[in-house]
Each structure stands twice: as C-alpha cells, then as structure tokens.
Nanobody, 115 residues
Framework: QVHVAESGGGLVQPGGSLRLSCAAS????????MGWYRQAPEKERELVAS???????SASNSAKGRFTISRDNAKNTVYLQMNSLRPEDTAVYYC?????????WGQGTQVTVSS
C-alpha cells in the first residue's frame, strides 16, 4: 500500500518562501512522476509543477521563475521550493505520485500567503 504524505505548509508573508516536501512510502519501485497541484477555494485543482524520474519538469506559468521542483528518486521524495510568494498562491497544495499502474494523492498541506 503506497502512502503519500506532504509537509512544510504554513503561513508566510508576501515575498516570503516555503519549502514543501512529499514522500511516497510503501513502494519498492521508483515513481514515474511526482508533482504538486494546488486548489484554492472555489477553484479547480491545477498543476503547479511535476518532475519525472528522469528529471523532465513541467511547470505552470505562475510557477516558472519562482518555484523550483526537485526529487530524490531513491527516497521517492519530491520537493517544492517556493520563493517570492504572492497572496494568490494561497491554496491547499497536494502531492501526486504516479506509478506505472496508478496515481496516488496526499491529503494536502495548506499554504497561506498573507500579511
């Protein structure tokens, strides 16, 4: 049974930084892709950034230049370094891990950007 767990959310002032971490445990295989999605109140869930086991990255226009995604394949762990945070980045951030057979989601971690 694969379990996905996020950590690192919280409250930060505009212009500040946060680092999110996510670990997919319980799998003996390296996840094909891992990534971050977010969902703000009354909005649909959207991709923030994802990274394959080979290091190929996809990122939203909002994330480019401010957020950096990285992963440790040996640990099935993915990180999201978020800099220059804006109030519109406020959302629940969900980790996604995709194996060859299915996709797994974490419970989410709240990120609030406010002064």
């Amino acid at each position: 049974q694969v379990h996905v767990a996020e950590s690192g959310g919280g409250l930060v002032q505009p212009g500040g930084s946060l680092r999110l971490s996510c670990a997919a445990s319980g799998s003996i295989f390296v996840m094909n892709a891992m990534g971050w999605y977010r969902q703000a109140p009354e909005k649909e869930r959207e991709l923030v950034a994802s990274i394959t086991s080979g290091g190929r990255i996809s990122a939203s226009n909002s994330a480019k230049g401010r957020f950096t995604i990285s992963r440790d394949n040996a640990k099935n762990t993915v990180y999201l370094q978020m800099n220059s945070l804006r109030p519109e980045d406020t959302a629940v951030y969900y980790c996604n891990a995709a194996s060859a057979l299915r996709t797994y989601w974490g419970q989410g971690t709240q990120v609030t950007v406010s002064s």
